[in-house]
């Protein structure tokens, strides 16, 4: 575990002693004020889904609601919006849910946003420990259990999967996913389908051969259509009693009065099953319900308020800077969004927490009531050996209680972004890591050498809510043996290489603001020096470089409401 090299009182002046003493007794004070310094760690309240797409966003209040009382399968996508994983899967999952708008009667589906500070809870409580995480909830769903999680993100096999579940939830009414009985004919199916409730005036009989699922999709194709009702028949005699030679025919419709015509369809697949019966259907005047409105998603792509073109002006115009902004919005949201998401922490991710926590405490570039609510925290989380995530968001609101607002930040700024779902907490979060490998760096040397890449890592192993982010940091931690890093430069130099590994693969992809292109960092207009003439790095002046931009000293107050931020 990581544990400063010497107690932060050694290292202080006697002359600080009553301001110690000052701190102390503020920290004392906590649990009797009455100001709650809980920092406003939304992210934002754009969704990358919207009902346009047939998605209906829900959140803590609304998803356990939904999935009680909807009397329909729910499919719920729990994203998170920083996971390139989700914002790449994202026009997947659009296209699998206008496809289904037509199984509406069926199937709901649903967003739940895991990176959004107020959702934190339901994630947890569902477990999420990778997004995107697809699970079904069927119709009876009383509330208990997590829902069946379906192992694809395949479009054909998601829909499948739910083609399985909702037959399976749904076998009454106009809907008969069993094949009729042996002893089935017309009146003995007429009867099934009139009566109150009903509005069917036709019913398809199909030919489902064994091993087949032709008649279950059939069904689902005309889900659209409230004049037909479509049954299934797997055995020959049963089309025998309709008057039916399954060797030559393989679909038919029949009206109440029990007239049956046999139909052609141009293949054996249930969409031209389904088309073939809509043509009948179109003929004899019967229509099926509208399809999803083409309304197109309000759009949030053009960057509009002059607050952000302002940021982003000024970005623009200082690049490259640090700004103290992002490093207090990735703290505010590791302590009120990432590390919360944990089910339970005890031994190793314990081990975790407390070295993530010990870093941010003697290198954080928090105010004086930031220092306080860390070093408090550390101090806890020292003695406590299992936790909830629940009692970690406890925890931390009890250390914050009586403290004056350490959050100030409200907006990303070195990390603005001029597309939605863009840059935001993983690039705050790289700003603060690489900071953090800086600030170690300097005298005193509070933490040992590698404090910082452990932390790092166990962040990635335990906690990181982007699970692609997660699982390729690791490869490379192993792959680059982070745990051989023995000194301060080297942790710095480890991190803006494995930094710069990541840009390369993710450089051009879907998740790169235009405006801000992953490059080989840092640019060579930024530091000339850093390469040399045969465009190898020069590690001496790369290393200068970071030591000055991620200083301190250096960082801009930029974005925080006071131009000196914190007075
Ligand atoms: C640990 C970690 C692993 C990740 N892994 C993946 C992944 O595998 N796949 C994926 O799609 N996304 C991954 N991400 C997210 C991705 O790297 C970016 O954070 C995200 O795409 C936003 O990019 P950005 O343009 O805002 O800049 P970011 O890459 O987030 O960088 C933030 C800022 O750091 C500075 N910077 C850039 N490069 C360096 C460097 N080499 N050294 C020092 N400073 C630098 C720049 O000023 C930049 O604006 C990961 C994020 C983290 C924190």
Same mark, same amino acid.
């Given at each position: 575990?990581?544990?400063?090299?010497?107690?932060?009182?050694?290292?202080?002046?006697?002359?600080?002693?009553?301001?110690?003493?000052?701190?102390?007794?503020?920290?004392?004070?906590?649990?009797?004020?009455?100001?709650?310094?809980?920092?406003?760690?939304?992210?934002?309240?754009?969704?990358?889904?919207?009902?346009?797409?047939?998605?209906?966003?829900?959140?803590?209040?609304?998803?356990?609601?939904?999935?009680?009382?909807?009397?329909?399968?729910?499919?719920?996508?729990?994203?998170?919006?920083?996971?390139?994983?989700?914002?790449?899967?994202?026009?997947?999952?659009?296209?699998?849910?206008?496809?289904?708008?037509?199984?509406?009667?069926?199937?709901?589906?649903?967003?739940?946003?895991?990176?959004?500070?107020?959702?934190?809870?339901?994630?947890?409580?569902?477990?999420?420990?990778?997004?995107?995480?697809?699970?079904?909830?069927?119709?009876?769903?009383?509330?208990?259990?997590?829902?069946?999680?379906?192992?694809?993100?395949?479009?054909?096999?998601?829909?499948?999967?739910?083609?399985?579940?909702?037959?399976?939830?749904?076998?009454?009414?106009?809907?008969?996913?069993?094949?009729?009985?042996?002893?089935?004919?017309?009146?003995?199916?007429?009867?099934?389908?009139?009566?109150?409730?009903?509005?069917?005036?036709?019913?398809?009989?199909?030919?489902?051969?064994?091993?087949?699922?032709?008649?279950?999709?059939?069904?689902?194709?005309?889900?659209?259509?409230?004049?037909?009702?479509?049954?299934?028949?797997?055995?020959?005699?049963?089309?025998?009693?309709?008057?039916?030679?399954?060797?030559?025919?393989?679909?038919? +419709?029949?009206? &109440?009065?029990? *007239?049956?015509?046999?139909? =052609?369809?141009? %293949?054996?697949?249930?969409? $031209?099953?389904?088309? @073939?019966?809509?043509?009948?259907?179109?003929?004899?005047?019967?229509?099926?319900?509208?399809?999803?409105?083409?309304?197109?998603?309000?759009?949030?792509?053009?960057?509009?308020?002059?607050?952000?073109?302002?940021?982003?002006?000024?970005?623009?115009?200082?690049?490259?800077?640090?700004?103290?902004?992002?490093?207090?919005?990735?703290?505010?949201?590791?302590?009120?969004?990432?590390?919360?998401?944990?089910?339970?922490?005890?031994?190793?991710?314990?081990?975790?927490?407390?070295?993530? +926590?010990?870093? &941010?405490?003697? *290198?954080?570039?928090?105010? =004086?009531?930031? %220092?306080?609510?860390?070093? $408090?925290?550390?101090? @806890?989380?020292?003695?406590?050996?299992?936790?909830?995530?629940?009692?970690?968001?406890?925890?931390?609101?009890?250390?914050?209680?009586?403290?004056?607002?350490?959050?100030?930040?409200?907006?990303?700024?070195?990390?603005?972004?001029?597309?939605?779902?863009?840059?935001?907490?993983?690039?705050?979060?790289?700003?603060?890591?690489?900071?953090?490998?800086?600030?170690?760096?300097?005298?005193?040397?509070?933490?040992?050498?590698?404090?910082?890449?452990?932390?790092?890592?166990?962040?990635?192993?335990?906690?990181?809510?982007?699970?692609?982010?997660?699982?390729?940091?690791?490869?490379?931690?192993?792959?680059?043996?982070?745990?051989?890093?023995?000194?301060?430069?080297?942790?710095?130099?480890?991190?803006?290489?494995?930094?710069?590994?990541?840009?390369?693969?993710?450089?051009?992809?879907?998740?790169?603001?235009?405006?801000?292109?992953?490059?080989?960092?840092?640019?060579?207009?930024?530091?000339?020096?850093?390469?040399?003439?045969?465009?190898?790095?020069?590690?001496?002046?790369?290393?200068?470089?970071?030591?000055?931009?991620?200083?301190?000293?250096?960082?801009?107050?930029?974005?925080?409401?006071?131009?000196?931020?914190?007075?």
């Amino acid at each position: 575990m990581i544990r400063p090299l010497k107690r932060l009182m050694l290292l202080l002046p006697t002359a600080t002693l009553p301001v110690i003493i000052w701190l102390l007794l503020l920290s004392s004070a906590t649990g009797t004020g009455t100001a709650t310094a809980k920092a406003n760690a939304m992210t934002g309240e754009v969704s990358l889904y919207n009902e346009a797409d047939n998605v209906v966003n829900a959140d803590t209040n609304t998803l356990l609601p939904h999935l009680r009382t909807t009397p329909k399968g729910k499919l719920v996508q729990f994203i998170n919006i920083f996971c390139g994983d989700c914002r790449r899967f994202a026009p997947t999952f659009k296209g699998v849910a206008r496809e289904l708008y037509k199984w509406k009667s069926l199937l709901s589906i649903y967003a739940v946003d895991c990176a959004q500070e107020r959702n934190v809870a339901i994630c947890r409580d569902y477990q999420i420990l990778h997004t995107p995480t697809l699970r079904y909830f069927p119709p009876a769903f009383s509330g208990n259990g997590l829902g069946t999680e379906l192992p694809t993100i395949k479009p054909k096999e998601i829909i499948d999967l739910l083609a399985g579940y909702l037959a399976k939830d749904f076998n009454a009414g106009q809907l008969h996913f069993e094949p009729l009985r042996p002893d089935s004919d017309a009146n003995a199916t007429i009867a099934e389908h009139v009566g109150p409730g009903h509005t069917e005036e036709y019913i398809a009989l199909v030919f489902q051969p064994k091993g087949s699922n032709i008649g279950r999709d059939t069904i689902f194709e005309m889900l659209p259509y409230p004049a037909v009702a479509v049954r299934i028949v797997d055995d020959a005699q049963v089309f025998a009693n309709f008057g039916l030679a399954a060797h030559e025919q393989k679909l038919a +419709i029949m009206d &109440l009065d029990g *007239n049956i015509l046999a139909l =052609k369809s141009t %293949q054996e697949s249930s969409q $031209a099953y389904a088309a @073939s019966i809509a043509e009948y259907l179109a003929q004899m005047g019967r229509t099926p319900w509208p399809p999803l409105p083409t309304t197109r998603a309000p759009k949030t792509s053009s960057v509009r308020n002059r607050e952000k073109l302002a940021i982003l002006a000024t970005v623009r115009r200082e690049s490259p800077r640090v700004y103290r902004a992002d490093l207090e919005q990735a703290i505010d949201k590791l302590l009120h969004i990432e590390l919360p998401k944990a089910g339970l922490i005890e031994g190793d991710n314990m081990t975790a927490l407390r070295n993530i +926590i010990a870093v &941010l405490r003697y *290198n954080n570039p928090l105010n =004086k009531d930031g %220092q306080l609510l860390l070093t $408090a925290l550390d101090d @806890s989380v020292l003695s406590i050996n299992r936790l909830t995530g629940n009692e970690f968001v406890d925890l931390v609101k009890s250390k914050e209680k009586g403290l004056g607002n350490v959050f100030k930040a409200k907006r990303d700024i070195g990390c603005i972004s001029t597309r939605p779902f863009l840059r935001g907490f993983t690039c705050s979060l790289w700003t603060l890591f690489h900071h953090l490998t800086v600030a170690a760096a300097r005298q005193p040397n509070t933490l040992k050498a590698g404090s910082v890449l452990s932390a790092v890592h166990g962040f990635a192993k335990y906690f990181f809510g982007c699970s692609d982010c997660a699982q390729h940091f690791l490869a490379m931690a192993e792959r680059k043996h982070i745990e051989l890093v023995a000194d301060h430069d080297a942790e710095i130099l480890w991190l803006w290489e494995a930094h710069n590994e990541v840009n390369s693969r993710v450089a051009g992809d879907t998740t790169e603001d235009p405006e801000f292109p992953k490059i080989q960092f840092p640019s060579t207009t930024a530091c000339p020096a850093c390469r040399h003439e045969n465009s190898q790095w020069n590690r001496t002046e790369v290393l200068r470089y970071l030591k000055n931009i991620y200083d301190t000293k250096n960082l801009s107050f930029y974005g925080l409401p006071t131009s000196r931020g914190y007075e």
